[in-house]
Nanobody, 126 residues
Framework: QVQLVESGGGLVQAGGSLRLSCVAS????????MGWFRQAPGKEREFVGA????????YYAESVKGRFTISRDNAKNTVYLQMNSLKSEDTAIYYC???????????????????WGQGTQVTVSS
């Protein structure tokens, strides 16, 4: 079993920054791609970004490209999402997730991930 716990969310003004963390426990995540997703009220969960196990491959949604950066520290079993130039439309609950298979390339589809955190709320005021 893997437990994922996100933190770092909060209320921020438009143009501000936040860094989300996702700490894994139970098993190492070093060989697994990790993804970040978000869900706004009344909307479906959407892909934000993903990173390979070694950290060399990263994908981003077009809506966050150039503003968000995903990284990881495998020694700490932790994945991060640095969010800059935040906009009101970034308001959502943010979730991290672990890929279903070890050594699998990062994927944008939520079905490719099996373990999910409980989420952390990000609210951007305009």
């Amino acid at each position: 079993q893997v437990q994922l716990v996100e933190s770092g969310g909060g209320l921020v003004q438009a143009g501000g920054s936040l860094r989300l963390s996702c700490v894994a426990s139970g098993r190492t995540i070093s060989t697994y791609a990790m993804g970040w997703f978000r869900q706004a009220p009344g909307k479906e969960r959407e892909f934000v970004g993903a990173i390979s196990g070694g950290g060399s491959t990263k994908y981003y949604a077009e809506s966050v490209k150039g503003r968000f950066t995903i990284s990881r520290d495998n020694a700490k079993n932790t994945v991060y999402l640095q969010m800059n130039s935040l906009k009101s439309e970034d308001t959502a609950i943010y979730y991290c997730a672990r890929s279903r298979e070890s050594f699998r390339r990062p994927d944008t589809g939520s079905g490719s991930y099996d373990y999910w955190g409980q989420g952390t709320q990000v609210t951007v005021s305009s």
